[in-house]
């Protein structure tokens, strides 16, 4: 792999930044050709990362032995891994984030800037507007030739694995950026999320296109944000890393997030709007005017149709140029809508026939989102989709209810442990709403007791809580996810009304997080055809 930097350069670049506690002598430079802060990540030439609570020496150890050529730490460390490793060339920082964001975009050499790179931000519909986005460049350029960062999976060229973080650490992220690079894709599509606007993960990525879909309250807690301000802030960061940015003027804090992109310099700001060509309102007397726009929305059971409308300006005219065509996706949910637009919104900035565009959304699937199982006529119908906060309940419960009217609502849901404790309260409550029963199960626990989450969200379900024509909400929790599917599919083979079996939280992930481990498990939609199977019922 050819060099891109050197071990003295890399020190001259945190001592520039003001993070260099030590550095090297001239006698162990060496030339860098990445990074990396997983010891099973680490390739020929590569500074490895000491970073983490969970880190011990052995992995320094079994860095090198991979090709590790230097190590960087912090100070509480640098003597106990001076003592594993007494050889080896040590940098120490005293800001191992911002150094690792920094040296691993010079290790590999700027990736970035020789892909075109796309984020996407928001509280709901990051995954389904990065998918969405990716099979319109694949439309364009041939299968797989886009590159995906983010909360289902990455594709960078050479890997193509299940994510467990929807932003990796900045060395995996630069890692998969340089294999996009050498592999020659047409872009790299990824969602970015608040804590890795945060925490300086993404920071120095250069985005010719941002896009931000919405804001709602998430991931309110001491572990992640404190306060909605600090999550909200994080979000309106991404706009210092863009070129171009797309704005969904469906937003809530609309005026604020407008301000953010024009503070933040942005060369060309389009918005788009479910709501037609008409104005929305921006702060307490503006209006603003979309870019783009959708007409004639219409939900056909598993299948969404729509006008797509907007203007171009010609180069070589300056002349403003009005089009149209229609759009199908071919899965449920009218917030899928606002999907859409920023994904042509996104295509357009980057050039994307409008062939490619009709194409690449009428072929997209999302893997655990919106997906329908059963026929339109089923007494029970099943949703599995990956909706895990109070914004992305309200818009799909909501859609559901439109979509599907008639049906008795089963819903599936569960929350995290160690984090977004807000979900534990705000999601049964939301869930009660809309479901006639609701069942609480297993969610990524990790190190806290699934029991106690369980019982909690079970708990939270409003004593008494009756739906809008007066069905009382029936509750429980079983604390094994596959049971769990199994009895959302018994309650709703009680009814007389025909139901909507909704399997929330999960999607399409075959790995759940228990303690320290990512452990095998069966998809949602999996465990409901085998309950449907066992019970001899046809979908």
């Given at each position: ?436 029963h609701i069942v609480a199960t297993e969610e990524d626990p990790a190190h806290d007791s699934n029991e106690e989450i369980c019982r909690e969200m079970d708990g939270n379900v409003p004593e008494g809580a009756t739906l809008a024509d007066g069905t009382p909400v029936t509750h429980e929790y079983v604390l094994d996810r596959e ?45 409901f055809e085998n309950a449907a199977a066992a019970r001899g019922v046809e979908i």
């Open positions: 792999m050819t060099s891109a930097t050197t071990l003295l350069e890399l020190c001259d670049l945190l001592d520039a930044n003001d993070i260099l506690v030590s550095g090297i002598s001239e006698e162990a430079d060496t030339d860098v050709t990445g990074a990396a802060c997983d010891s099973r990540c680490v390739r020929e030439g590569n500074v490895f990362f000491c970073k983490g609570r969970a880190f011990k020496p052995a992995f320094l150890t079994s860095a090198l032995e991979t090709g590790a050529v230097a190590y960087i730490c912090d100070p509480d460390h640098a003597e106990e891994l001076a003592a594993t490793a007494p050889s080896t060339p040590a940098i120490v920082t005293s800001d191992m984030r911002l150094a690792m964001a920094l040296v691993s975009a010079a290790a590999f050499g700027r990736p970035d800037l020789d892909v075109p790179q796309v984020g996407i931000t928001g509280t709901k519909g990051k995954s389904t507007t990065a998918y969405m986005l990716r099979y319109i460049i694949d439309a364009e350029n041939g299968k797989k030739t886009c590159g995906i960062i983010g909360s289902i999976d990455t594709y960078d060229g050479t890997e193509d694995i299940e994510s467990t973080n929807t932003t990796p650490e900045a060395p995996d992220l630069w890692r998969h950026l340089a294999n996009a690079r050498d592999q020659n894709l047409s872009a790299m599509v990824m969602e970015i999320s608040s804590q890795a606007l945060k925490y300086d993960r993404s920071l120095g990525l250069s985005l010719d296109v941002a896009a931000f879909l919405n804001i709602g309250a998430d991931h309110i807690s001491a572990v992640e944000h404190p306060t909605f301000e600090d999550y909200f802030a994080s979000k309106l960061k991404i706009f210092s890393q863009c070129d171009n940015a797309v704005i969904n003027l469906g937003t809530a804090h609309l005026e604020r997030v407008l301000d953010a992109a024009r503070a933040a310099g942005v060369e060309s700001i389009v918005t788009v709007s479910t709501s037609g060509a008409d104005p929305v309102e921006c702060g307490s007397c503006d209006m603003v005017y979309p870019d783009i726009w959708a007409t004639d929305i219409k939900p056909l059971g598993a299948q969404l149709t729509f006008v797509a409308h907007g203007t171009d300006v010609k180069e070589d005219e300056g002349e403003p140029t009005e089009w149209q065509f229609p759009v199908t996706i071919n899965f449920p949910g009218l917030f899928n809508v606002e999907n859409a637009l920023v994904a042509i919104a996104c295509a357009k900035l980057l050039g994307v026939s409008d062939a490619a565009i009709v194409a690449g959304l009428a072929a997209c699937r999302v893997p655990g989102r919106m997906e329908l199982i059963g026929k339109p006529d089923s007494k029970v119908l099943c949703v599995v989709d990956y909706a895990h906060n109070t914004l992305s309940y309200q818009k799909f419960f909501a859609s559901m209810t439109e979509e599907f009217p008639g049906r008795r609502i089963v819903a599936l849901i569960g929350a995290p442990g160690g984090k977004a404790f807000e979900r534990r309260v705000e999601l049964p409550r939301e869930a009660a709403r809309w479901a006639s049971e769990a599917v199994a009895r959302c599919l018994d309650v709703a083979l009680g009814y007389e009304e025909p139901s909507l079996v909704c399997l929330l939280g999960k999607g399409d992930e075959t790995l759940i997080h228990r303690g320290d481990e990512f452990q095998t498990m069966v998809p949602d939609g999996k465990a």
